[in-house]
């Protein structure tokens, strides 16, 4: 019998959009929403396939078990694509199919991203009264010219009125997304994106230097000198400032890219306002994904599905793809059996992107047998005498200069 993780994190993916936006790499279509509730019903049929196939959550044996001895849902984090495009009933028929399988837990994270202007009060009331209770808002840039220039379709009026909306609704946990480093971009205008971004009191930020993906518009822009390549020093410089600037007004860097609310009794391992479903992933914890493009760890296994929407579908209404063994769906087209030393490399690469807790070496001792320092003495050593580590009682973490240059030390457990 496969083991399965329990409490266990699920993220979906919605690969939908209004417009796909010029520096986007993520699985993302704009113009099919008229595939939304069919790519809703296979959703559905892609979860009860899944979790029916695992020897200790069958759904026929739910009824003769009691529900404390169901595995839990930590965390679900719908994921996208801009979510926000479903309907109120399409989540809380998605939520209704995970609860035949799962208990939720007390405090369960449930996640929706969304960009401004694409939802209004009465949408976030109904999507709040589905159990969804944290909202992250694509807000990118307060610069009207900037947001042009990264084609999205809000400006910052519409950032405030979805705050303003959310809250209303009784939201009490919202992320804003922003990005730095744009061609042409100034570090006074960053400092007053960031300025506007706090005024609205959100209790996470998450920021992150713009990267030009091969393959998308920005990409190819760049290549042709059609777009002015980031400067990589000023975006530097941005960064420190924002790691400055948050801190200075009550927010703690919990990962490279990430920044929680703080109080004056604030200890960063318990935030309650951390993404916890980002910590599943940055702890190496598994989880399931579901959805077009979603990707998956769990059972060993760390796993892709099917990009397009169109095939994700057909996989699902045909069944011409068996399923191997959980967690593995139709829809799989990629798949990876962990050896101990693939787990190795991506728990050291994901647990230092942790810039307080860092890498634990108690905790990786009681999952691997040995001691960091067993297994890594060259490269730990190397790292502290470079300046990009440091050791923080029994655990290591990046230093300031470490965030600078996370690729370097990730680079070292590869």
Not at 118 to 127: D, F, I, M, P, Y
Not at 189 to 211: F, Q, V
Not at 222 to 241: F, H, R, S, T, V
Not at 322 to 349: C, G, R, W
């Amino acid at each position: 019998m496969s083991h399965f993780p329990s409490p266990v994190s699920v993220y979906i993916h919605i690969p939908f959009c209004k417009h796909r936006c010029a520096y986007c790499d993520f699985n993302t279509y704009a113009g099919q929403e008229a595939l939304i509730p069919a790519y809703v019903n296979a959703l559905l049929r892609e979860i009860e396939l899944v979790l029916s196939d695992h020897p200790t959550i069958r759904l026929s044996d739910y009824q003769t078990i009691r529900p404390s001895d169901c595995p839990t849902i930590k965390t679900v984090f719908f994921g996208g694509g801009t979510p926000s495009l479903l309907a109120p009933e399409q989540f809380d028929s998605i939520l209704k199919t995970l609860r035949k399988f799962f208990a939720f837990a007390p405090d369960v994270e449930i996640t929706i991203e969304a960009n401004p202007g694409t939802v209004n009060a009465e949408q976030l009331k109904r999507l709040r009264e589905t159990g969804i209770n944290r909202v992250s808002l694509g807000v990118q840039s307060a610069n009207t010219e900037e947001l042009r220039m990264l084609e999205r379709v809000h400006d910052f009026f519409a950032v405030i009125q979805s705050v303003a909306d959310a809250r209303k609704a009784g939201f009490d946990n919202l992320n804003l997304d922003l990005i730095y480093g744009l061609p042409q971009q100034t570090l006074a205008s960053w400092k007053t994106t960031l300025a506007r971004a706090l005024d609205l009191r959100p209790e996470h930020i998450s920021a992150y230097a713009l990267t030009l993906e091969h393959g998308t518009p920005f990409g190819r822009w760049a290549n042709k000198g059609l777009l002015p390549i980031p400067d990589p020093d000023l975006a530097a410089e941005m960064y420190e400032w924002a790691m400055d600037y948050l801190s200075k007004s009550g927010y703690t860097q919990y990962e490279i890219s990430n920044w929680a609310k703080a109080n004056s009794e604030f200890k960063i391992q318990n935030s309650e306002f951390m993404c916890r479903h980002n910590l599943q992933y940055w702890r190496s914890l598994p989880y399931l994904g579901f959805g077009a493009g979603a990707h998956g760890y769990a059972n060993g296994y760390r796993y892709s599905n099917v990009l397009r929407i169109k095939t994700y579908i057909e996989r699902l209404v045909n069944l011409q793809f068996p399923i191997a063994h959980f967690p593995l769906s139709p829809t799989v087209v990629n798949k990876h059996k962990q050896t101990e030393q693939d787990d190795i490399s991506d728990y050291m690469i994901n647990n230092l992107r942790l810039t307080e807790a860092g890498v634990s070496n108690a905790d990786f001792k009681s999952r691997f047998g040995r001691g960091l320092l067993e297994v890594f003495p060259k490269e730990i050593g190397e790292l502290i005498r470079d300046g990009l580590l440091e050791q923080n009682g029994e655990s290591y973490r990046l230093t300031r200069r470490g965030r600078l240059l996370g690729n370097r030390a990730f680079q070292k457990f590869v």
